[in-house]
């Protein structure tokens, strides 16, 4: 069999045959088909049901062409069926977590189940979580080999040289106003009371679930306070080679045999117990009760006016903000390196302006260099308060990209183009190398791949 074949007319007539084996048991009606990549099908109606989910997710379609969508579609299952042959793995359990999630996400805006079930054209709940189940599925077998196919790319610097030096000069870059932010935080302390009514409060969770039969999921849904326990069904997926939550939690989940409730015990996050539902290799199903211990009024206002001492203390000149950060913030993180902030992004100290979070720039904007900020109020998703003061300093206001000033940025760049040239140079290959129908209604795209294989 060649490696292409076009599809003749009277096969969009036939009930689609060659599927994946899920979608396969699933296939309850005919369908026309669009396209065959390896073994992935494309109907005829994932097309324009790519177009509403775009629209759904508040994305525009405005000008994309139906060739475009179906190219889309086309190099996702090109890296999802050559993921497979590569023996890349996606864990169902970690599939079924996140279609909870996006279902939670989608009842959100349509309240209505069933509605949801006829905006995805399916037949029931069920054909729907089977439907998003590939879907997912599909998209993280692509997102795998992606990362796989460009995972050893470096750049040398005479590599970012060569990139940046073919730029022409009118087309170079500008960055943004670009500084440095430092911070120290004040945290309400929590009493040795309060933290011991949490682990007694845990330890009892455990006497209930052990010796009397009490169900863990039940106390999780009706107690615990970590949001991402129902955004992901009550259960999390833990692999030994891929770390996932803090080490703390990670030991003591590590540690459980199927069926065992640990003993409390704390993280950066608060006050814990774990379950270990199922152990499959490397993988643990884990779920755990999280509870918050209190902080009394006095706590919040003693934080509050502790940091207002350091701030004058600073502002009187008889202590750096580095040196007074080192010594009194609560924020471990940036404690030790003066109160300096690390971009997430460049992992380095500069900051875009353009490119912050509204709320942070909201408390730096008005802030001159060196200048101390009054005390500002934070709040965070578990509605703990906390108090901080900033600091900016090293503005650098937008300009043109300089070879020694932006090399960070500018090997990102290069890099970047790097790795697409990489994927595109893999697709290429790939697409010679797959077997690929495409169908008669879509012989005539200008695909940007080689697709069609003319």
């Known amino acids: 069999?060649?490696?292409q074949e076009i599809i003749e007319e009277e096969a969009k007539k036939e009930v689609?045959?060659?599927?994946?084996?899920?979608?396969?048991?699933?296939?309850?009606?005919?369908?026309?088909?669009?396209?065959?990549v390896g073994d992935y099908i494309i109907l005829d109606s994932d097309v324009?049901?790519?177009?509403?989910?775009?629209?759904?997710?508040?994305?525009?379609?405005?000008?994309?062409?139906?060739?475009?969508?179906?190219?889309?579609?086309?190099?996702?299952?090109?890296?999802?069926?050559?993921?497979?042959?590569?023996?890349?793995?996606?864990?169902?359990?970690?599939?079924r977590q996140e279609v909870e999630y996006t279902i939670q996400q989608f009842l959100q805006q349509k309240p209505d189940i069933d509605e949801l079930v006829k905006f995805y054209k399916q037949e029931d709940e069920k054909g729907l979580r089977d439907y998003i189940f590939e879907i997912i599925k599909g998209n993280k077998l692509s997102g795998k080999m992606q990362a796989k196919i460009v995972e050893e790319i470096e750049i040398t610097p005479e590599e970012v040289r060569t990139f940046f030096d073919k730029i022409p000069e009118d087309e170079r870059p500008i960055f943004g106003t670009e500084l440095k932010v430092a911070q120290i935080v004040a945290k309400p302390k929590v009493s040795e009371e309060e933290k011991q009514k949490v682990i007694d409060r845990l330890k009892q969770f455990k006497v209930d679930v052990v010796e009397n039969g009490a169900s863990f999921r039940s106390k999780v849904v009706l107690y615990g306070q970590d949001p991402g326990m129902k955004q992901s069904g009550y259960i999390y997926t833990l692999n030994r080679k891929k770390p996932k939550m803090v080490k703390e939690f990670r030991q003591v989940a590590f540690s459980l045999q199927e069926g065992e409730v640990s003993d409390p015990f704390e993280t950066?996050?608060?006050?814990?117990?774990?379950?270990?539902?199922?152990?499959?290799?490397?993988?643990?199903?884990?779920?755990?009760?999280?509870?918050?211990?209190?902080?009394?009024?006095?706590?919040?206002?003693?934080?509050?006016e502790r940091l207002e001492k350091v701030r004058q203390r600073i502002v009187d000149g008889d202590i750096t903000f580095a040196d007074a950060a080192r010594e009194s913030s609560d924020e471990k993180e940036t404690r030790g390196d003066g109160g300096q902030l690390i971009n997430p992004r460049t992992q380095d100290y500069n900051f875009d302006l353009t490119k912050m979070g509204p709320e942070q720039y909201a408390q730096i904007q008005n802030l001159k260099d060196n200048e101390v900020s009054q005390v500002l109020t934070e709040q965070d998703r578990k509605g703990n308060v906390s108090y901080k003061i900033m600091r900016v300093t090293d503005r650098i206001d937008e300009h043109e990209a300089s070879y020694a000033r932006d090399y960070l940025k500018i090997k990102e760049l290069a890099l970047t183009e790097k790795k697409i040239k990489a994927i595109e140079k893999w697709q290429e290959e790939k697409i010679l190398d797959t077997y690929i129908k495409i169908s008669g209604s879509y012989r005539d795209c200008e695909f940007s791949g080689n697709w069609l294989k003319k």
């Open 1 to 3: 069999m060649s490696a």
């Open 16 to 36: 689609v045959k060659k599927v994946d084996s899920t979608l396969a048991k699933n296939a309850k009606k005919v369908d026309g088909v669009a396209a065959v």
């Open 48 to 95: 324009p049901r790519e177009r509403e989910q775009i629209i759904a997710a508040g994305g525009s379609v405005e000008g994309v062409t139906n060739c475009q969508l179906l190219g889309k579609l086309l190099e996702n299952k090109l890296y999802a069926h050559h993921a497979i042959q590569d023996s890349i793995q996606v864990s169902d359990a970690e599939v």
């Open 268 to 304: 950066e996050f608060g006050y814990h117990i774990v379950y270990c539902e199922k152990i499959r290799g490397q993988e643990y199903d884990v779920s755990h009760i999280l509870l918050f211990p209190k902080v009394s009024i006095e706590a919040v206002k003693e934080a509050k």
